[in-house]
């Protein structure tokens, strides 16, 4: 089935450490997007991408970066880990002209 | 940019009775609505949505209600069953323009207990 696959699934990082949460998708869709999810605070969105050569910084971008490697591909990551970066972080996928998301199994990430 | 508040964070009622969870919006522009729905460990999915050219979408036992001028929609579920308890977060955004990403309220924990 097509779908949208986050690796890893789990994480646990030492504080000033690199790291990067991958995220791929077999749905065609050109919208990437990864977001953070904390308690009370929702799904915040940290970057997006409408297509390979278009990257955009979201509400919460300071500390990140990503890489769209392919259609399918859209890295996320950490330069130097720190704690308050502990959260579920979540990819996305849209298409043009659908409004829903598709969303992956989620990167649950713990910073020590 | 758009801002969405959604309340309550926390619902609890018993099974049979209906929940409502409200979320207000802050940018005009936005035309399209959803609700996802996120139930322990696993990712949100889509359970409806409305888009502004309409004020009321039903599919069994949710609805979903907009008010443009007012700026707020809510999401209403009748008989409410214990599978129904999930995290529920609303969104919006402008839909079919190069601003399609969503913007998220902080999530309404339902619990409907037997």
């Known amino acids: 089935d097509a779908d949208v696959t986050q690796t890893p699934r789990n994480r646990i990082t030492k504080t000033g450490k690199r790291i990067m949460l991958e995220c791929s998708q077999t749905?065609?869709?050109?919208?990437m997007y990864w977001y953070r999810q904390d308690p009370g605070l929702g799904l915040r969105l940290i970057y997006y991408s409408f297509d390979v050569k278009d990257i955009n910084k979201g509400e919460i971008s300071d500390g990140y970066s990503v890489s769209r490697q392919a259609q399918a591909k859209f890295s996320l990551s950490l330069e130097s880990a720190i704690p308050n970066q502990t959260a579920l972080y979540f990819c996305?996928?849209?298409?043009?002209?659908?409004?829903?998301?598709?969303f992956g199994s989620g990167t649950r990430l713990t910073v020590v | 940019g758009e801002n969405v508040e959604q309340h309550p964070s926390t619902l609890s009622v018993q099974e049979g009775d209906s929940a409502v969870i409200k979320c207000t919006y802050s940018d005009s522009a936005s035309n399209y609505f959803p609700w996802y729905k996120q139930e322990l460990g696993k990712r949100p999915q889509l359970i409806i949505d409305?888009?502004?050219?309409?004020g009321e979408k039903k599919d069994q036992r949710i609805a979903v209600t907009l008010n443009k001028t007012a700026k707020h929609f809510s999401l209403h579920i009748t008989e409410t069953q214990p599978e129904d308890s999930a995290v529920y977060f609303c969104a919006a955004s402008r839909r079919g323009t190069s601003y399609g990403k969503l913007t998220f309220g902080q999530g309404t924990i339902l619990t409907v207990h037997p």
């Open positions: 996305a996928t849209s298409a043009v002209d659908r409004d829903g998301y598709t």
């Open positions: 749905k065609g869709h050109d919208r």
């Open positions: 409305i888009r502004s050219n309409v």
